[in-house]
């Protein structure tokens, strides 16, 4: 393998995060408000068609974007609804989001199957992008990947020093205290599930208009899933988040060159790896029972209603 | 806000059975104006989507064959939802079952023994026991959560089936499709009602529907596992084996998954295929639901899910609406269940009454 092969994968590597990396995150906000959300591949994929849709439809590809997000956040507002709103039960909920959401993506994707679209170009920034190796390790991405690569310090920044993280990771951890504060719960618990949609949305536009600029059935392929497993592997920890989304995104590319470099494997042994590996780093992170008890939020998947507490 | 919900005192154990009708009108509600706003006739559409599918023997025979796995699979997963083990891999279970069932198939192709079914039907379920016991293990030894392990097995299960239609069970007169070759007679399920397809695997469904009924109704074994479900503090105090709980909740619905990927292929497919199921491993979590993990409840639901994948099988012949729709009604109708379940701990009040 030459030096180009290795940039060549790195640089792979870093775009196969990125739709774990929205994800992850805006799932990682709404864990640590003190809801759980399995319905992220559902939102992700409702985002990845209606990107797509508006993309093709407009012709703009930022419009698409936007699209994603909105439409990510229209999923989770059903989910913030009946599980917030109506005190549903959240694991229930979230399973319907995604069952809904795959069933309606291949309803509203049914005539795009066929469309090609350009899909988001790398930014090219001059003197930067055409240094030799660091210009296309580090400057030769398209503006999402950067957006992901932003919005990681934004968040640090939010949840751990700024006044309104310190309020949600207070109602994810004792919503009752919290409320007895005067934090509206049930508020802010919104704004975090409609977070997480954008955020899956996004992830989701990703991959329809950047990653592979198409629509397909179910294209998603169970991101959504490894996004919330991703938020468990990191321990609530969003740093620890954007390092397990770039070990996914190798994973997802190591698959490809090893039938490069000649090893006679069927290919679907070697897209089994990414679903392997999730079940692996999750056994790893959990086998200490205590990892997961003092680092998941304490009021996670609870209901709050303000009379009963 | 027009309306306050305010907690009962008491659950109502009237809404535990009307809030699923409620959703269910609701879902009609919602379809019709959906069809409307597709441009479609409401009655029309009403029409091609839950009677002409079952306005003859053939349609009601179909109805019972996409019925039959989907409350097998619910009946085996209500084991475990009751006990909140959250077994979602049911798909992957079908899958590997059917797999191992597929097997037994084509070791004894062209065999007449009339052991090949019974063999079929021991190897299915052994082999989503198998898939299921998986994160079983995981979750007993280390504490993994069995929601995503279950998942994630669901797409390694559909790779492998993948492989093995594209390469070592390939047909070998099937001109490169993906498909074994067609199971010979022994290896199917006889017909059950003639002029349609409905197949012997119904009786194993009812045979599971009175053995879960029983199990529910009388098993100290179920009890404990309800309570660990309601109350896992006070089962953990009162001794019961949690573990155990986690096992058979699991166990169960993999064989019932396994059990009906068995069925699938040597019934209405005979072979083994990609897809092999329209994801009943899914839809049958919604049939738990809906049907209250009660065994009558869920065969009530899993007769009206049928109906709904055979009305969007017939919506796309005769309004040319995609099949998929079938997948948004149904999530539609897990979404209001949930949503009218509020009902059964809250009564919903008038503001402006208790302002008076």
Redesign the interface.
Known sequence: MNADTVILILVATITAGVPLIFAALGELVVEKSGVLNLGVEGMMIVGAISGFMVAAESGQLWLGVLAGAGAGMLMALIFAFITLTLMANQVATGLALTIFGIGLSAYMGQAYSSVALEGIKSLHIPLLSDLPVLGQLLFSYDPLVYLALLLFPLLVWFLYHSRGGLVLRAIGESPTSAHALGYSVIRIRYQAVLFGGAMAGIGGAYLSLAYTPLWAEGMTAGRGWIALALVVFATWRPGRVLLGAFLFGGVTIAQFHVQGLGVDIPSQFLSMLPYLATIAVLVLISRNAKTIRLNAPASLGQAFHREVH | MLFK???RPQPSQRMVWLSPLLAIALMLLVGMVIFTLLGQSPLKAFHAFFIEPINDMYGLGELLIKASPLALIALGLSVGFRANV?N?GAEGQLTIGAIAAGGVALWFYESESIWVLPLMLMAGALGGMLWAAIPAL?RTR????E???S???V??AQ??L??LV??PWRDPDGFGFPQSRQFTESALLPVMLEGTRTHAGIWLTLIALVMVFVFMRWSVVAFQMRVAGLAPRAADYAGFNAKRTIWIGLLTGGAAAGIAGMNEIAGPIGQLSMPLSP?YG??A??VA?VGRLHPIGILLASLLMALLYLGGESAQMQLAL?A?????????L??FL??T??LI??RLTPTWRSKA
């Open positions: 919900l305010q907690p959250w979602i995981l280390f504490h993994t959560s929601i995503l392990v998942l994630m097995l797409y390694v790779l492998l993948s492989w594209h390469g994801g899914f839809a979590i919604i639901f995609p998929a729709v079938s997948g948004v009604f149904q999530g539609l897990l979404f949930l949503a379940d509020v701990h809250f």
